[in-house]
């Protein structure tokens, strides 16, 4: 069993900080009674659409890449971004940490699968556009985004 490098990871059955992933499938668990529980639904093979996401992220990163600027900010632009308005505040991070409406999403292993892939994707640009086209990972984006940034109640 090899050891997570990512901290950012949780457990796919209980949610904890994970040391392990599946052979099968790579995603992250923490103990054997979880991956025990997890090999009961483990799914190996990739569903169409996830096909399609790794056949346009293997396509794309196997053309030499010359200088293209689509106008659109790379993953690496935005993290190495010093402006303080990018940033997710402390409390934040903990409101994400503790919403029941995430937690809930992301007990939907396809969605874990994505999250996965986007993790371990080189052109992480790329797949999230794909990624975007997801029904399922939108709705996990903007329930995010209504932790990160509550919509604001118009008054009288």
């Known amino acids: 069993m090899a050891s997570l490098r990512c901290g950012t990871a949780v457990?796919?059955?209980?949610?904890?900080?994970?040391?392990?992933?599946?052979p099968a499938c790579r995603v992250p668990y923490c103990s054997l009674p979880c991956f025990r529980k997890h090999k009961e639904q483990c799914k190996p093979a990739a569903g169409p659409v996830e096909k399609k996401i790794r056949s346009a992220l293997i396509a794309k990163t196997q053309k030499?890449?010359?200088n293209e600027d689509d106008g659109d900010d790379s993953v690496a632009d935005f993290l190495n971004s010093d402006e303080e308005e990018?940033?997710?505040?402390?409390q934040n991070l903990k409101n994400?940490?503790?919403?029941?409406?995430?937690?809930?999403?992301?007990?939907?292993?396809?969605?874990?699968?994505?999250?996965?892939?986007?993790?371990?994707?080189?052109?992480?640009a790329e797949l999230?556009?794909?990624?975007?086209?997801e029904p399922l990972?939108?709705?996990?984006?903007?329930?995010?985004?209504?932790?990160?940034?509550p919509p604001q109640s118009e008054g009288p």
Request: one cysteine or more.
């Open 11 to 22: 457990c796919v059955v209980c949610l904890e900080k994970p040391k392990y992933r599946c």
């Open 64 to 66: 030499p890449v010359e």
């Open 86 to 90: 990018d940033r997710v505040s402390l």
């Open 96 to 124: 994400l940490g503790e919403s029941a409406a995430l937690r809930s999403l992301l007990l939907n292993p396809h969605l874990r699968r994505l999250m996965v892939d986007l993790d371990q994707a080189g052109d992480k």
């Open 128 to 133: 999230m556009r794909a990624c975007m086209r």
């Open 137 to 149: 990972f939108v709705e996990f984006a903007d329930c995010c985004l209504r932790i990160v940034e």
